[in-house]
């Protein structure tokens, strides 16, 4: 399974900005998907994941209420949407085969895409 954030970029505290995550090799609609991501010096964390159907997600606290995930499954493609940005949400946000819906294990992820968010 490949795996191919992008999306990132740089913002101002406040705004929003959404990632997508297009997957190949694979199929897509049988994987649970998740976001992780990992900021400069730290261990990477667990962000949102995503059943295979779309119809159930769950998130890391401090992100519950700011961000989104949504798929679809005719475009082999995960989407997390961040509305709120702050600092502390600059990282290297990665997608991720997770090994099952509630689970923060993953199987497989991709490249990265890069978000700063300036203050």
């Known amino acids: 399974v490949q795996l191919q954030a992008s999306g990132g970029g740089l913002v101002q505290a406040g705004d929003s900005l959404r990632l997508s995550c297009a997957t190949s090799g694979g199929t897509f609609r049988s994987y649970v998907m998740g976001w992780f991501r990992q900021a400069p010096g730290k261990e990477r964390e667990f962000v949102a994941g995503?059943?295979?159907?779309?119809?159930?997600?769950y998130y890391e606290d401090s992100v519950k209420s700011r961000f989104t995930i949504s798929r679809d499954n005719a475009k082999n493609t995960v989407y997390l949407q961040m509305y709120s940005l702050q600092p502390e949400d600059t990282a290297v946000y990665y997608c991720?085969?997770?090994?099952?819906?509630?689970?923060?294990?993953?199987?497989?992820w991709g490249q990265g895409t890069l978000v700063t968010v300036s203050s």
């Open positions: 991720a085969v997770l090994r099952m819906y509630g689970s923060y294990e993953y199987d497989y």
């Open positions: 995503i059943s295979r159907s779309g119809k159930m997600t």
